[in-house]
Nanobody, 116 residues
Framework: QVQLVESGGDLVQPGASLRLSCATS????????MNWYRQTPGKERELVAT????????NYGDAVKGRFTISRDNAKNTVYLQMNSLTPEDTAVYSC?????????WGQGTQVTVSS
């Protein structure tokens, strides 16, 4: 079955950087568009970044443009999110997502907390 496992979240100070990873299995990763999302309590899930199968199309949410970078390693079935210049507004649970056979899947997420 489809499995998505995020890692790399942490408590960091404003201005710090973090790299999140999402290890996947159960589907053809090299053919799938992958997304990173984030969610805070009481708010809807927010799409942070998208990368197509071969990385030819990448898009970011307005709040993270210029600070976050999405990438993927198709040999490792893993997608990454490099986050720089973090601010308290970036505090959220970050999860990766994929659509397989018209069904959406998300991992359990990893907590990122930005606080001084």
């Amino acid at each position: 079955q489809v499995q998505l496992v995020e890692s790399g979240g942490d408590l960091v100070q404003p201005g710090a950087s973090l790299r999140l990873s999402c290890a996947t299995s159960g589907f053809t990763f090299s053919s799938a568009t992958m997304n990173w999302y984030r969610q805070t309590p009481g708010k809807e899930r927010e799409l942070v970044a998208t990368i197509t199968a071969l990385g030819t199309y990448i898009n970011y949410g307005d709040a993270v443009k210029g600070r976050f970078t999405i990438s993927r390693d198709n040999a490792k079935n893993t997608v990454y999110l490099q986050m720089n210049s973090l601010t308290p507004e970036d505090t959220a649970v970050y999860s990766c997502g994929v659509r397989v056979n018209l069904k959406d899947y998300w991992g359990q997420g990893t907590q990122v907390t930005v606080s001084s």
